[in-house]
């Protein structure tokens, strides 16, 4: 085994990795200026024991820890089965979030089975559209099929602050930086998909979706002064 594979292996590694990426997610929030807006439908319901469906673009992954409150109701997230979607699972398991490891090899029905369970059992599902691989902001048609199977509120999240540290990843990954001030939105999609549909009426539902996210994304963009579209630095 390679030196390098030893060390990507390393459990020790990954633990300490996890844990400074959690611990600079929570001293950015805690050191800045945060406005939440729209989440008051999406947190009812999580208490009312309504599990619901959370919908972002992976770019913004990093502050979903305080896009769905815990405190109402318990959420599983599905991440990567590769090494970075593992460590991504685990550090938000340390919020008090679950995780489900996905393949974008293989979404298949054992998937979908365990989705539905889980909110068969009252837990709300959070899910990258364009994860874990993308293209970056394109969504794929796995949250319609859970909307379509489940009949549960779909709702579209996303942050956006005047700092954040900018990854060299195929979607530009956010992280958030400290002492800045930023706003995280939640909308719901209101859509609902029937359960006899046709690829052409999926193709449709998908870009709504799509659309719904791109708003929800860009507007947090714009609520910091911050041009859509534009790099971290600009």
Not at 94 to 123: C, P, Q, W, Y
Not at 199 to 216: C, G, I, K, S, T
């Amino acid at each position: 085994m390679s030196l390098r594979k030893r060390i990507a292996d390393s459990a020790w590694l990954n633990r300490s990795v996890e844990g400074a990426f959690a611990a600079h997610v929570r001293f950015a929030h805690r050191s800045s200026s945060w406005r939440r807006e729209g989440f008051e439908p999406m947190d009812a319901a999580a208490a009312a024991g309504e599990p619901v469906i959370m919908v972002l673009w992976h770019q913004r992954l990093f502050m979903a820890p305080y896009m769905f409150d815990t405190s109402k109701g318990p959420i599983c997230t599905l991440t990567s089965s590769g090494r970075a979607g593992r460590m991504v699972g685990q550090i938000l398991y340390r919020f008090g979030m679950d995780t489900v490891a996905m393949s974008s090899h293989a979404r298949n029905l054992s998937l979908t089975r365990e989705v539905m369970g889980k909110m068969r059992s009252g837990i709300s599902i959070g899910i990258a559209a364009d994860g874990p691989r993308g293209p970056a902001r394109i969504c794929s048609t796995v949250p319609l099929a859970w909307a379509r199977a489940s009949g549960k509120r779909v709702f579209v999240v996303s942050y956006s602050a005047r700092r954040v540290l900018e990854f060299p990843t195929w979607d530009r990954m956010w992280l958030p930086a400290p002492w800045t001030s930023g706003v995280i939105m939640c909308r719901e999609w209101k859509t609902k998909i029937p359960r006899a549909v046709d690829a052409q009426e999926l193709e449709h539902h998908r870009l709504d979706l799509q659309a719904a996210l791109n708003a929800v994304t860009d507007a947090c963009d714009r609520a910091i002064g911050r041009e859509p579209g534009t790099p971290s630095g600009q």
